[in-house]
T-cell receptor, first 111, second 114 residues
Framework: QQQVKQSPQSLIVQKGGISIINCAYE??????FPWYQQFPGKGPALLIA?????SEKKEGRFTISFNKSAKQFSLHIMDSQPGDSATYFC??????????FGTGTSLTVIP | DAGVIQSPRHEVTEMGQEVTLRCKPI?????LFWYRQTMMRGLELLIY????????DSGMPEDRFSAKMPNASFSTLKIQPSEPRDSAVYFC????????????FGQGTRLTVV
């Protein structure tokens, strides 16, 4: 059973546009929701993370929106750049337990 | 800190051979994870350790796979005998159990079994 469901599988955005990736979860014990960025040939790298006591967190052009009642969270990339082209994974975890990853979204930003 | 260190970066082996992948977690981290990544299945958790103790190995595909963590600074993932379907990128990640939970990933080992 997929603990974290991620969509879309792939996304193509024009330079300067907004990229939006969505994730949903079922386990209410999750208390940490990170997003990872992975470039070809590299390991996933932490991009931004949020805990469920806040509804939004922003770091530069990257924003996580969190809806606790709907058990959904999303990543917004503002002013998308070609250098943002990568695979993005959402994840969820609780203390002492494993990280559950979404299936990944391949983002392509067209110049 | 050098981050999570994995070796080798690339491994090509013949079917039936034993393969050992190595991982050095970030100093001070007490959780260690082994993941496998393929195009078909994405990132799959194989096993994870807390304080050197295996907590959940339900993701290990079969008995051909084994993992050990003899101390806080070293872990191995062994495949014996290897099969072509084991070809994938294997990632090790480490994290703190409590507090700011962040999983740091190594660069991965690309395994090809021919």
């Amino acid at each position: 059973q997929q603990q974290v469901k991620q969509s879309p599988q792939s996304l193509i955005v024009q330079k300067g546009g907004i990229s939006i990736i969505n994730c949903a979860y079922e386990n209410t014990a999750f208390d940490y929701f990170p997003w990872y960025q992975q470039f070809p040939g590299k390991g996933p790298a932490l991009l931004i993370a949020i805990r469920p006591d806040v509804s939004e967190k922003k770091e530069g052009r990257f924003t996580i929106s969190f809806n606790k009642s709907a058990k959904q969270f999303s990543l917004h990339i503002m002013d998308s750049q070609p250098g943002d082209s990568a695979t993005y994974f959402c994840a969820a975890s609780s203390p002492g337990n494993q990280f559950y990853f979404g299936t990944g979204t391949s983002l392509t930003v067209i110049p | 800190d050098a981050g999570v260190i994995q070796s080798p970066r690339h491994e090509v082996t013949e079917m039936g051979q034993e393969v050992t992948l190595r991982c050095k977690p970030i100093s001070g981290h007490n959780s260690l994870f082994w993941y496998r990544q393929t195009m078909m299945r994405g990132l799959e958790l194989l096993i994870y350790f807390n304080n050197n103790v295996p907590i959940d190995d339900s993701g290990m595909p079969e008995d051909r796979f084994s993992a050990k963590m003899p101390n806080a600074s070293f872990s191995t993932l062994k495949i014996q005998p290897s099969e072509p379907r084991d070809s994938a990128v294997y990632f090790c990640a480490s994290s703190h159990i409590t507090g700011g939970i962040v999983a740091f990933f190594g660069q991965g080992t690309r395994l090809t079994v021919v």
